[in-house]
């Protein structure tokens, strides 16, 4: 068999593999949700920072009923559900106001965290406000504290998580590429997009693995979302946002429901 042929092969069986165990997972989730209750945690990508609809409850948090932890919630009426994931939340964040909510009985817990702590926002500024190399000197500096200090901290976050809610599934999820490449898009150059989604994929690996190490499950968002990232006519992403800058490079209510919540139903 041809090489080509044999990883396509390979790909085709683990693929097939991994759909039978995230059904599986699927089911084993929402029952333990049934009965133990739902806890979000998280920053804005869980919150729903860019899907509008906020909880007025929520404050700065700034909750979305669109937010997909709010939608899984609607659709599978857990025991109980807490919604704590909060708009600019680092890792210390969750570890300091969001886990009251777990306990021994806790069945489902989801969580996207580690793209404020490795300096999103000011990766985007300088990526918007300087040039290709002030941009790629900025992810180089974002990549150093991903390798060295970012597994530490999410250690104690999952850590923590487990220790809380022993019994719960933990699902934890990553972060999209922003930019399709090699279409014709107003805004930062190609080099600066493809560096950017780089860095999205440096991210969610780092996070895919301290997940893996406490036999967590990680939900991978790249897939879904593509073909509506930006610069692709079809976005499920907010640009640049002059207008309410907070929105800027997070998911639409369409990214929320299109991109997240399916992944999480997948694996929950």
């Given at each position: ?176 590429r922003f930019y399709r490449l090699g279409a014709l898009c107003l805004g930062l150059s190609e080099t600066k997009r493809s560096a950017i989604n780089g860095a999205a994929d440096y991210l969610d690996a780092a996070v895919a693995r301290r ?58």
């Open positions: 068999m041809r090489r080509s042929r044999l990883v396509v092969f390979v790909s085709s069986v683990l693929l097939a593999l991994g759909a039978a165990l995230t059904g599986a997972g699927s089911a084993q989730g929402s029952q333990l949700a049934a009965t133990g209750g739902y806890v979000a945690l998280g920053d804005s990508y869980s919150s729903g920072v860019g899907a509008g609809s906020y909880l007025s409850s929520s404050g700065a948090c700034k909750r979305s009923t669109k937010a997909y932890p709010y939608l899984w919630n609607a659709a599978h009426a857990p025991a109980s559900f807490t919604f704590a994931a909060c708009s600019g939340a680092r890792t210390g964040d969750v570890l300091a106001s969001q886990l009251g909510g777990l306990n021994s009985s806790t069945g489902l817990v989801s969580i996207t965290v580690g793209g404020n702590d490795a300096g999103f926002a000011d990766v985007m500024t300088t990526c918007v406000t300087s040039s290709d190399s002030g941009c790629l000197s900025r992810i180089d500096i974002a990549r150093a504290y991903v390798d060295s200090t970012l597994p530490g901290k999410l250690d104690g976050v999952y850590s923590a998580i487990r220790s809380k809610a022993p019994g719960a599934r933990v699902v934890v999820i990553g972060y999209p997940a893996a190490a406490h036999g967590f499950v990680f939900g991978d968002v790249r897939a879904p979302f593509g073909g509506h990232e930006i610069c692709s006519g079809s976005s499920w992403l907010h640009s640049l946002n002059l207008l309410n800058i907070g929105e800027s490079y997070h998911p639409t209510a369409s990214g929320q429901s299109g991109g997240y919540l399916p992944v999480l139903d997948s694996v929950a």
